[in-house]
């Protein structure tokens, strides 16, 4: 099992540009979650997606941010445009039953804005 | 706001000795989740105890849950050199399926 997997794990980005963040969940898994994690902030959730369905994206912070999950085995974050204040690791997690079972997280992308 | 605070944020212990962290909520929950995460990593899932036990055990860790205090300790006994990490607390809020993180507790085991 190679787990949740990530990419890029790393990026590197001006002001203004547009990120997109890859997920492939494990599979069989069938919700997905992404999260940020800032020193200031924690780690909070974005939105969530259950059958490739979004849940709850309450916690996606502006507009400039979109999620999508077109198919049961990836998900895409997107910035646009990027700003330094988003600066920060973004994670993505499956989990095999209901949203509130254990989930398992990918390594992390950390993204610096300049 | 987050839902878990952690107690204490940092914590250093020398190898072979106890370590608590203590985490505590806000609102009715349907189970608790203990996650370690080790610096650069993702979090790795520790323990879950629902709203309806009072202790859990997995190896060296124990786990308890006080409904009435809306609280929850994490204990790690013999703790060794590979425990360093942060360990985080994670709730489901009664009648929804969001997992809600804690601020998390730093641990340092010096060998």
């Known amino acids: 099992d190679a787990g949740v997997i990530q990419s890029p794990r790393h990026e590197v980005t001006e002001m203004g540009q547009e990120v997109t963040l890859r997920c492939k969940p494990i599979?069989?898994?069938?919700?997905l979650f992404w999260y940020r994690q800032t020193m200031m902030r924690g780690l909070e959730l974005l939105i969530y997606?259950?059958?490739?369905?979004?849940?709850?994206d309450s916690g996606m912070p502006e507009d400039r941010f979109s999620a999508k999950m077109p198919n049961a085995s990836f998900s895409t974050l997107k910035i646009q445009p990027s700003e330094p204040r988003d600066s920060a690791v973004y994670f993505c997690?499956?989990?095999?039953?209901?949203?509130?079972?254990?989930?398992?997280f990918g390594p992390g992308t950390r993204l610096t804005v300049t | 706001s987050q839902q878990g605070e952690e107690d204490p944020q940092a914590l250093s212990i020398q190898e072979g000795e106890n370590a608590t962290m203590n985490c505590s909520y806000k609102?009715?929950?349907?189970?608790l989740q203990w996650y370690r995460q080790n610096s650069g990593r993702g979090l790795v899932h520790l323990i879950l105890?629902?709203?309806?036990?009072r202790e859990k055990h997995s190896g060296r860790l124990r786990v308890t849950l006080d409904t009435s205090k809306k609280s929850s300790s994490l204990l790690i006994t013999a703790s060794r050199a590979a425990d360093t990490a942060s360990y985080f607390c994670?709730?489901?809020?009664?009648?929804?399926?969001?997992?809600?993180f804690g601020t998390g507790t730093r641990l340092q085991v010096f060998p």
């Open positions: 599979s069989g898994h069938n919700s």
């Open positions: 997606f259950n059958n490739n369905v979004p849940i709850d």
């Open positions: 994670a709730t489901t809020y009664y009648n929804t399926d969001k997992l809600i």
């Open positions: 609102t009715s929950i349907n189970n």
């Open positions: 105890i629902r709203s309806n036990e």
């Open positions: 997690a499956s989990t095999p039953g209901t949203p509130s079972y254990e989930q398992y």
